[in-house]
T-cell receptor, first 114, second 114 residues
Framework: KAGVTQTPRYLIKTRGQQVTLSCSPI?????VSWYQQTPGQGLQFLFE???????NKGNFPGRFSGRQFSNSRSEMNVSTLELGDSALYLC?????????????FGPGTRLTVL | AQTVTQSQPEMSVQEAETVTLSCTYD???????LFWYKQPPSRQMILVIR??????QNATENRFSVNFQKAAKSFSLKISDSQLGDTAMYFC???????????FGTGTRLKVLA
């Protein structure tokens, strides 16, 4: 089975722009979660989507949004980019069949904001 | 708020030796899950081992085992017969039962020396 894939792998944007990141989960996985990884803050949960609905949300401003499609693929959007948004953005997928299935992570999208 | 603490930012171990990585967490909940993930340099994060809080028996996966002390809220990872490929950042994570919002520690950078 193919693993979690994320596109693009690298992005460079300037302040004020917006960006969309994409995540394709492992086949059969219906839940997709997004995390932001930075050297200062570590790994922080952004949100989780299941059945095209946001199920959980972390403590991030409204500039961070996401959605999930009927094929379970997910996109994350960040509007009005700030320098502090530079980070590795990881998505993780899981079956979501039991109380807490293991999450499997993708390689990440490294976003640099100039 | 739930927190996960990894008090060892960096560790090193000689090849074939045993090393233990520490993790403590703070929660008032009774049903939760604990994980150790490994993130090799420039590579994606992979699950090392998982422990259900309701299970008293410590989880093991080949050379990896945990020492789960629920009362002390401690979840350490023991790596036996360390190999060069074990060089990575190791993250401890916690999730309450029924959610897919993982709380991560700040990580321990492990270097295995030849």
């Amino acid at each position: 089975k193919a693993g979690v894939t994320q596109t693009p792998r690298y992005l460079i944007k300037t302040r004020g722009q917006q960006v969309t990141l994409s995540c394709s989960p492992i086949s059969g996985h219906r839940s997709v979660s997004w995390y932001q990884q930075t050297p200062g803050q570590g790994l922080q949960f952004l949100f989780e989507y299941f059945s095209e609905t946001q199920r959980n949300k972390g403590n991030f401003p409204g500039r961070f949004s996401g959605r999930q499609f009927s094929n379970s693929r997910s996109e994350m959007n960040v509007s009005t980019l700030e320098l502090g948004d530079s980070a590795l953005y990881l998505c993780a997928s899981s079956l979501r069949q039991s109380s807490t299935d293991t999450q499997y992570f993708g390689p990440g999208t490294r976003l640099t904001v100039l | 708020a739930q927190t996960v603490t990894q008090s060892q930012p960096e560790m090193s171990v000689q090849e074939a030796e045993t090393v233990t990585l520490s993790c403590t967490y703070d929660t008032s909940e009774n049903n939760y899950y604990l994980f150790w993930y490994k993130q090799p340099p420039s590579r994606q994060m992979i699950l090392v081992i998982r422990q259900e809080a309701y299970k008293q028996q410590n989880a093991t996966e080949n050379r990896f085992s945990v020492n789960f002390q629920k009362a002390a809220k401690s979840f350490s990872l023991k790596i036996s017969d360390s190999q060069l490929g074990d060089t990575a950042m190791y993250f401890c994570a916690w999730a309450t039962s029924g959610t897919y919002k993982y709380i991560f520690g700040t990580g321990t950078r492990l270097k295995v020396l030849a």
